[in-house]
């Protein structure tokens, strides 16, 4: 069994070497290992890094058209049966590949497995559990309980069902599970930590709020027709957040909020579902 590690990379100069590391101490009877890393012509120190990482992996530096395209031509250089996909900031957690492959092993029928993960600081320590739930395609609908350093995917899947959507910035890992998910891919669960994710002020996500959720809107309408409400509200919250203090102006920001909700559910539904109607009756009347 062939793992194929992918690392988009950019200006990531100060967590690299950390990544580069977690892979190469990574070790399995039978299972090989290969790393590439795509690195965007980062200006830091990342090139540096990588021209003396011992032990070596392979690498290219240039400027491409962002973290999805990234991710792509790696998937495409290299021919691992199994792939994963590490950011140049996270990190894996001893034995997560050898753990993973004795999983595909005793489940062959499984194309897709993932993983219980930390969210970790700028000195990798682990401050909080990211909330994994056991597989269900329902349920991944209303929230992304998969983190992505902690999920890996047979060859197979992305040549059948395609690669990242490069017009995607933010949500392209979680289109990439729903597509499997609404092909019929089959999803395994694995309960042990195999990856920590950075989390930090700087990071792309938190820095982009309403953007980041306008395109998994935007994303859902084009992949499932339809978004569900627990995405629009996460859009209402952030745009009305982004403007108001809520307590500051506590009723007024209620009142924002289930607006934005409606108009929200009327620019991508065309519809207000009767549950939206009853859970922002309830906001209103708590704040009355």
Aim: with cysteine; aromatic share 12%.
């Amino acid at each position: 069994m062939k793992f194929s590690i992918v690392t988009p990379s950019y200006q990531q100069g100060q967590f690299i070497e950390r990544t580069l590391q977690s892979v190469a101490s990574q070790t399995a009877p039978g299972v090989e290992v290969e790393h590439v890393v795509f690195d965007g012509g980062s200006t830091d120190n990342t090139v540096e890094i990588l021209k003396h990482f011992s032990p070596a992996v392979r690498w290219e530096s240039k400027k491409d058209n962002g973290q999805t395209d990234a991710v792509n031509q790696g998937i495409r250089a290299t021919d691992g049966d199994i792939i994963g996909w590490l950011n140049s900031d996270d990190i894996y957690y001893p034995d997560a590949i050898a753990r993973v492959a004795a999983y595909f092993k005793v489940n062959p029928e499984v194309d897709v497995v993932y993983g219980m993960a930390d969210h970790i600081d700028l000195d990798d320590q682990a401050f909080e559990s990211y909330p994994s739930e056991p597989w269900d395609f329902g349920r991944l609908q209303e929230t992304c309980f998969i983190c992505q350093p902690a999920l890996f995917f047979r060859r197979g899947v992305v040549e059948q069902y395609g690669l990242l959507d490069d017009s995607l910035n933010y949500c392209m890992d979680y289109e990439l599970w729903l597509r499997f998910g609404k092909a019929g891919v089959r999803f395994g669960y694995l309960e042990e930590k195999l990856a920590g994710s950075r989390l930090y002020a700087d990071n792309k996500t938190l820095g982009a709020r309403v953007k980041v959720h306008k395109e998994i809107n935007d994303m859902f309408k084009k992949l499932l027709g339809k978004v569900p409400d627990r995405w629009l509200f996460n859009y209402a919250h952030a745009v009305v957040e982004a403007k108001l203090n809520r307590n500051a102006a506590p009723k007024r920001f209620v009142l924002e909020l289930g607006l934005r909700a409606l108009f929200s559910a009327l620019y991508w539904n065309r519809s207000i579902s009767p549950s939206m109607r009853k859970e922002i009756k309830r906001w209103i009347f708590n704040h009355e």
